[in-house]
């Protein structure tokens, strides 16, 4: 039997697509909600009011009615240009490149990692190497740190770069790998 599960003269299922955060857009989308749900009540209630249902001209009447006749004002101008730039600055961050949450294999299509679990990989290599007594490990999309304590021996932080970098090569963009070893004095012995 073959690895393929796929029917003769079917074409393969296409890869998943790539997972990406919700940018800045996440936080902007429930301002704008909130934003546009006050714009719907006032303009309810004012429908109401017109329409005889409420008592009073309404809200945006009210607005509209006490503007009249005003003379123009820095203010204003202010105002207009505040709200200019909210908007475009809005339209920038909703097109903005979003953030992507995974480093992705080489020869699997559509299969990847999150950064945090490249640094627990990196971690668990590290402590595989021979003279590594602790090591922790944090990292992101394009670096992994390493601390390291060791035995004492000074190519053990080479070795553990090796390591590391062979661990991680499978990723289509491996992180470039820092390590820091901390070695261990040797224990002298107490005089009798």
């Known amino acids: 039997m073959s690895g393929q599960h796929t ?91 979003r953030r992507r949450k995974a480093l992705w294999l080489r020869r699997a299509v559509g299969v990847g990692i999150r950064p945090r679990d490249v640094a627990r990989l990196a971690r668990v290599a590290a402590d595989d190497v021979d003279g590594v007594l602790e090591a922790k490990a944090t990292g992101g999309r394009r670096n992994v740190s390493i601390d390291v304590r060791t035995t004492g021996d000074p190519h053990t932080s080479e070795r553990v770069r090796e390591v590391v970098m062979t661990r991680l090569a499978p990723l289509a963009k491996p992180p470039k790998v820092f390590v820091k070893a901390h070695g261990v004095p040797p224990a002298t012995e107490a005089p009798l």
């Not at 934003?35 to 008592?55: E, M, Q, R, S």
């Open 7 to 97: 029917a003769p003269g079917v074409p393969p299922l296409r890869p998943a697509r790539q997972s990406t955060g919700s940018g800045a857009i996440g936080f902007v989308g429930p301002v704008l909600a909130v934003l546009t749900i006050a714009l719907g009540v006032a303009l309810l209630w004012d429908a109401l009011a017109i329409a005889g249902v409420l008592p009073g001209n309404g809200w945006v009447v009210t607005v509209l009615d006490a503007l009249d006749g005003q003379a123009k004002t820095g203010w204003a101008l202010a105002a207009g240009i505040v709200a200019a730039l909210v908007g475009l600055w809005l339209i920038v961050v909703s097109l903005r490149r």
